[in-house]
């Protein structure tokens, strides 16, 4: 009978640790406005090929997401393209993360106007 006020303590205590827990948690994000990004569903090595199953979404507060972070409705420019650089698990997947053949040809049209013409054979002997 002696242990009944101590398993109380304990409930009580345990009780008042998750409340102080989670009004503590709901302050720090209050007026956050989370987004959706992709991230790394798993660590994923230099120069392979990302597949959907690689790939995960996650919140992340608005204030810290830039055009530079892929958002879900984009990640198919990415999938089957080779990764530049090692990715771990839960980190947010940037454009400048991946390099491919589509890019530059985006690239080559968008400065079409302004393009440079080729190099002459004997630009090198002035």
């Known amino acids: 009978m002696k ?12 009780l008042a640790a998750y ?23 798993q660590d994923i090595a230099v120069g392979q090929t990302l597949e959907t199953d ?4 996650r919140p992340m507060p608005s204030q810290f997401v830039t055009p530079s972070i892929i958002l879900p409705e984009n990640y198919s420019h990415v999938v089957g393209q080779k990764v530049l650089v090692s990715l771990k698990k839960g980190d ?8 491919s053949d589509k890019d530059l040809l985006q690239l080559c ?7 440079v013409p080729p190099a002459r054979a004997d630009a090198g002997a002035r």
Do not use: C
Not at 23 to 32: C, F, P, Q, T, Y
């Open 3 to 14: 242990a009944t006020p101590v398993v109380i303590v304990v409930v009580v205590g345990l």
């Open 54 to 57: 690689m790939i995960a979404q």
């Open 92 to 99: 947010p997947i940037l454009w400048s993360q991946f390099a």
């Open 19 to 41: 409340l102080g827990y989670s009004s503590g948690h709901r302050r720090a994000v209050r007026g956050w406005d989370l987004v959706p990004v992709v991230v790394a569903a």
């Open 109 to 115: 049209k968008a400065v079409e106007g302004n393009a």
